[in-house]
């Protein structure tokens, strides 16, 4: 199966986007920027969840519903993927968090563990969904997906702001069964691994370091 790549076209989507873009705007308000499109990121790639038909009762008549079967998980990559955290839980507070330990090795922009909160558990979930919200040479984030899929979990996901032609390429390339979902899909990664335009260094800017 090949993955699908996503990108939010909607002004309210860019509205907020510039928000994040710009390198005047305090960490606060980049959380808050975040968490309003976490929500419209996430009703895009979980169209799909799988959902029962149910019978609910109005105050009128009987009808039927639809309610969520899947046991989903949310896989937040530290630290910039924390920002996405309360926004999805609001989404579906029921879901578990899956909390990733990755930082890239300045040098060698490669992906360095320092927390695997799946070791030694069982696994759960049906679908899991892979919050960062940068995608720069995509390291990070297919780091996480193999831990996903090494435990167990059937159906992996990605979700987040911008993402790099070269991140896309690269997730698609190691994992081509992970449909990606972002608000925006930037020109290119510099010399550094930085997104171009970008929005700078995501964790720094949201936490205020
Ligand atoms: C950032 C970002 C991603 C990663 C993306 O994290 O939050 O996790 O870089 O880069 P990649 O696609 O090239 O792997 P960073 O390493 O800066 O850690 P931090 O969030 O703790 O600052
Ligand atoms: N990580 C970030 O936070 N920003 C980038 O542009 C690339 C990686």
């Known amino acids: 199966m090949s993955a699908k790549v996503y990108v939010l076209d909607h002004p309210l989507v860019d509205h907020w986007l510039t928000v994040l873009r710009d390198r005047h705007t305090p960490p606060e308000r980049m959380r808050q920027a975040t968490e309003i499109l976490t929500p419209f990121l996430l009703y895009q790639a979980l169209r ?21 079967t899947a046991r989903l998980g949310f896989a937040p990559i530290l630290r910039a993927g924390l920002g996405m955290v309360p926004a999805a839980l609001r989404v579906f507070p029921q879901a578990s968090v899956w909390y990733f330990g990755f930082y890239r090795d300045e040098e060698t922009l490669k992906p360095v563990e320092y927390y695997d909160p799946v070791q030694g558990r069982p696994c759960h979930l049906d679908v899991a969904v892979v919050l960062d919200p ?76």
């Open 48 to 68: 799909d969840l799988p959902a029962e038909t149910v019978e609910v009762e109005t105050p009128l008549e009987r009808t039927q519903g639809r309610r969520i």
């Open 134 to 209: 940068m995608l720069a040479t995509g390291g990070s984030a297919a780091a996480a997906v193999s831990r996903l899929k090494e435990w167990g979990v059937p159906r992996v996901h990605f979700v987040g702001l911008i993402a790099a032609p070269e991140g896309v390429a690269f997730l698609h390339r190691e994992h081509p069964d992970v449909p990606i979902v972002v608000a925006a899909l930037d020109r290119q990664l510099n010399d550094r691994g930085y997104i171009l335009p970008g929005l700078g260094d995501a964790g720094d800017r949201l936490f205020g370091t």
